[in-house]
């Protein structure tokens, strides 16, 4: 069974930083594509970041230059780092994986991320 388990959102100020973990199990988490996403409320889901199997990453124009995504596969890891946080930041962030060939798409439960001052 395929699990993703994110942690570390919590409150910041703006301006600070986050670092959020996905932990997958369950599969060959080398395999796979992993993604973060977000949802504001009352918003749709949008791709932050993603890292492809072969360490390629891509960014959503909102957070260019202040997120970073990396991975450790000796840890079945998938990490965001978040610098320079604003308020339109806040979110409930959730891990995603997929891999050619496999239908599937794995979705964590998600983290709530808040910048408030």
């Known amino acids: 069974q395929v699990q993703l388990v994110e942690s570390g959102g919590g409150l910041e100020q703006p301006g600070g930083s986050l670092r959020l973990s996905c932990v997958m199990s369950?599969?060959?988490?080398?395999?796979?594509?992993m993604g973060w996403y977000r949802q504001a409320p009352g918003k749709e889901r949008e791709m932050v970041a993603q890292?492809?199997?072969?360490?390629?990453?891509h960014y959503g124009d909102s957070v260019k230059g202040r997120f970073t995504i990396f991975r450790s596969n000796a840890e079945n890891t998938v990490y965001l780092q978040m610098n320079s946080l604003k308020l339109e930041d806040t979110a409930i962030y959730y891990c995603?994986?997929?891999?050619?060939?496999?239908?599937?798409?794995?979705w964590g439960q998600g983290t709530q991320v808040t910048v408030s001052s």
């Open positions: 369950g599969t060959d988490f080398s395999q796979y594509t």
């Open positions: 890292i492809s199997s072969v360490n390629i990453p």
């Open positions: 995603n994986a997929w891999r050619l060939g496999i239908s599937s798409v794995f």
